[in-house]
């Protein structure tokens, strides 16, 4: 008799330990019988659904549907849990007062000893702000999906694990450009799908830089889906979101530009190939004809041997313009501090200047090619003396600094560069745009070569070149952008 008493008086409580337990839930529980009539709710239900015990029990569960699911939603609930299962899913219940709420809803099947079901127990956890938070992850994945697609350069998103680069997002111009589909780059390895096994190394080894948070920029070649490889442009860098650390890198394709390119420097070599056999097969003969005219001159006495002498002159000039021209289109790769005080005076000292004076009030040291620049005052010098004087035959180092010329050039500084002006007729200014043109020239013999080399040289450093006029009418060219250093 004790021993049935004690089991009775275990089973009550076993019985109010697992009443105490549903009625702290912080689920909202509920059972009902086999026809979904309410029998028992506990406190969490009331705050969740608006409905206090004495309301809700008695009625049908239906009393929560909010109208969202379909009868055939309904349908499958109830003949998943008759057969004696157990249904899971998310569900749009309706409180009360109308309001609707997400909940994810557990519903056991309960049965007597012999396998019947009697009645159903629900758990539902009200997961309405974690519904609403993902919807709303879900549309900011959208926006940035379609403001990803809109970029014209390809573009993909990956871990930033510096082992496992698995590619997390892509946009359209990246799955046009490899030849992937969404579905075939998603989850994958970046280096498996678009990097060749001769530049696996370089791949990990900008992966590791991207990875540990430098901003990476160079030049690389990757491969299509088709087999196709092609240059880029590589940047990587490192973004920091809610799902961690991830790595966003863009591919510019320069294959054409990088074939372009190399394609201009094998037909520049080829040029300055050209440019140096041409003049020295011109230099000969014409250094043979300035030998017999030497050897002319000093047995006759005759007026046309200065104007044969001059036209040596502009044969020589014409060639060291041509073999310049050939070379000026180079960048420069190398520069250095260049006086330009200095430069312009040897510049001076290699040139007919006999009519003419330089006046350098330039104090500024400026980044330059020192040859290039030599080469650059020395055309704007010939320019300003041709064009300034009565055209007499000029020998190099005739004149010196401040003389009594005719023609006075200025060297001066500007803001963010210098000026080379002088005080002869000027460039009209219906002229100035074409003044840079190879060929143009207003003089009857003259090569049209000179200021072409000009903006050739300043191209070349990276500077602009304008002319305008002179404080005293005559042409001024001033160069901008330049690297001062004083």
Same mark, same amino acid.
């Given at each position: 008799?004790?021993?049935?008493?004690?089991?009775?008086?275990?089973?009550?409580?076993? =019985?109010?330990?697992?009443?105490?337990?549903?009625?702290?839930?912080?689920?909202?529980?509920?059972?009902?019988?086999?026809? +979904?009539?309410?029998?028992?709710?506990?406190?969490?239900?009331?705050? &969740?659904?608006?409905? $206090?015990?004495?309301?809700?029990?008695?009625?049908?569960?239906?009393?929560?549907?909010?109208?969202?699911? *379909?009868?055939?939603?309904?349908?499958?609930?109830?003949?998943?849990?008759?057969?004696?299962?157990?249904?899971?899913?998310?569900?749009?219940?309706?409180?009360?007062?109308?309001?609707?709420?997400?909940?994810?809803?557990?519903?056991?099947?309960?049965?007597?000893?012999?396998?019947?079901?009697?009645?159903?127990?629900?758990?539902?956890?009200?997961?309405?702000?974690?519904?609403?938070?993902?919807?709303?992850?879900?549309?900011?994945?959208?926006?940035?999906?379609?403001?990803?697609?809109?970029?014209?350069?390809?573009?993909?998103?990956?871990?930033? @694990?510096?082992?496992?680069?698995?590619?997390?997002?892509?946009?359209?111009?990246?799955?046009?450009?490899?030849?992937?589909?969404?579905?075939?780059?998603?989850?994958?390895?970046?280096?498996?799908?678009?990097?060749?096994?001769?530049?696996?190394?370089?791949?990990?080894?900008?992966?590791? &830089?991207?990875?540990?948070?430098?901003?990476?920029?160079?030049?690389?070649?990757?491969?299509?889906?088709?087999?196709?490889?092609? $240059?880029?442009?590589?940047?990587?860098?490192?973004?920091?979101?809610?799902?961690?650390?991830?790595?966003?890198?863009?591919?510019? *394709?320069?294959?054409?530009?990088?074939?372009?390119?190399?394609?201009?420097?094998?037909?520049?070599?080829?040029?300055?190939?050209? =440019? @140096?056999?041409?003049?020295?097969?011109?230099?000969?003969?014409?250094?043979?004809?300035?030998?017999?005219?030497?050897?002319?001159?000093?047995?006759?006495?005759?007026?046309?041997?200065? !104007?044969?002498?001059?036209?040596?002159?502009?044969?020589?000039?014409?060639?060291?313009?041509?073999?310049?021209?050939?070379?000026?289109?180079? !960048?420069?790769?190398?520069?250095?501090?260049?006086?330009?005080?200095?430069?312009?005076?040897?510049?001076?000292? !290699?040139? +007919?200047?006999?009519?003419?004076?330089?006046?350098?009030?330039?104090?500024?040291?400026?980044?330059?090619?020192?040859?290039?620049?030599?080469?650059?005052? +020395?055309?704007?010098?010939?320019? =300003?003396?041709?064009?300034?004087? $009565?055209?007499?035959?000029?020998?190099?180092?005739?004149?010196?600094?401040?003389?009594?010329?005719?023609?006075?050039?200025?060297?001066?500084?500007?803001?963010?560069?210098?000026?080379?002006? *002088?005080?002869?007729?000027?460039?009209?200014?219906?002229?100035?745009?074409?003044?840079?043109?190879?060929?143009?020239?207003?003089?009857?013999?003259?090569?049209?070569?000179?200021?072409?080399?000009?903006?050739?040289?300043?191209?070349?450093?990276?500077? *602009?070149?304008?002319?305008?006029?002179?404080?005293?009418?005559?042409?001024?060219?001033?160069? $901008?952008?330049?690297?001062?250093? !004083?």
């Amino acid at each position: 008799m004790n021993s049935e008493r004690g089991v009775a008086e275990s089973e009550n409580a076993t =019985a109010r330990a697992f009443r105490e337990a549903v009625e702290c839930s912080g689920h909202s529980i509920y059972w009902t019988d086999t026809t +979904g009539r309410i029998e028992y709710v506990n406190d969490a239900f009331e705050k &969740q659904t608006g409905y $206090t015990a004495e309301e809700a029990v008695g009625n049908n569960a239906n009393i929560l549907q909010s109208g969202v699911h *379909d009868d055939r939603f309904y349908e499958r609930l109830w003949d998943t849990i008759l057969s004696g299962e157990v249904w899971e899913g998310e569900i749009v219940n309706e409180r009360k007062n109308g309001e609707r709420y997400v909940a994810r809803q557990t519903i056991s099947p309960v049965t007597d000893d012999d396998g019947d079901v009697v009645r159903f127990v629900a758990v539902n956890e009200d997961i309405t702000d974690l519904r609403e938070y993902q919807e709303r992850l879900e549309r900011q994945r959208d926006r940035l999906a379609t403001v990803l697609d809109a970029v014209p350069v390809p573009l993909v998103l990956t871990e930033a @694990d510096p082992d496992e680069p698995v590619i997390k997002q892509t946009n359209r111009a990246f799955r046009e450009t490899f030849g992937y589909t969404e579905r075939e780059l998603g989850g994958s390895r970046l280096d498996d799908r678009i990097v060749d096994d001769d530049d696996a190394e370089e791949a990990r080894e900008i992966t590791a &830089q991207a990875a540990d948070g430098e901003r990476v920029r160079r030049e690389v070649t990757r491969r299509s889906a088709a087999g196709e490889c092609r $240059t880029f442009l590589l940047e990587a860098s490192t973004v920091t979101g809610e799902a961690g650390d991830e790595v966003i890198a863009t591919y510019l *394709d320069i294959t054409d530009r990088k074939r372009a390119q190399e394609e201009l420097e094998r037909q520049t070599a080829e040029l300055e190939r050209f =440019a @140096d056999v041409v003049s020295h097969d011109l230099r000969n003969p014409l250094n043979v004809a300035a030998g017999h005219l030497d050897l002319l001159d000093a047995e006759v006495d005759n007026e046309h041997v200065d !104007t044969i002498r001059a036209a040596h002159g502009r044969m020589r000039e014409l060639i060291e313009n041509l073999l310049m021209l050939a070379k000026q289109g180079r !960048t420069i790769d190398e520069t250095e501090p260049v006086a330009v005080r200095d430069a312009a005076r040897r510049s001076w000292e !290699t040139i +007919g200047t006999a009519e003419a004076t330089l006046r350098v009030e330039s104090t500024a040291t400026i980044r330059a090619d020192e040859s290039r620049l030599g080469q650059l005052f +020395g055309n704007l010098f010939r320019n =300003a003396v041709e064009h300034g004087t $009565t055209g007499a035959s000029l020998a190099p180092g005739d004149s010196v600094e401040d003389g009594d010329g005719t023609v006075t050039v200025t060297v001066g500084d500007l803001e963010d560069g210098f000026y080379v002006a *002088d005080d002869g007729p000027g460039i009209p200014e219906e002229e100035r745009g074409r003044v840079f043109e190879t060929g143009h020239t207003s003089a009857a013999d003259g090569t049209g070569l000179g200021l072409s080399i000009v903006a050739e040289i300043a191209d070349a450093h990276g500077w *602009d070149v304008t002319v305008t006029e002179s404080d005293t009418g005559g042409a001024r060219f001033e160069f $901008t952008g330049v690297t001062c250093l !004083t």
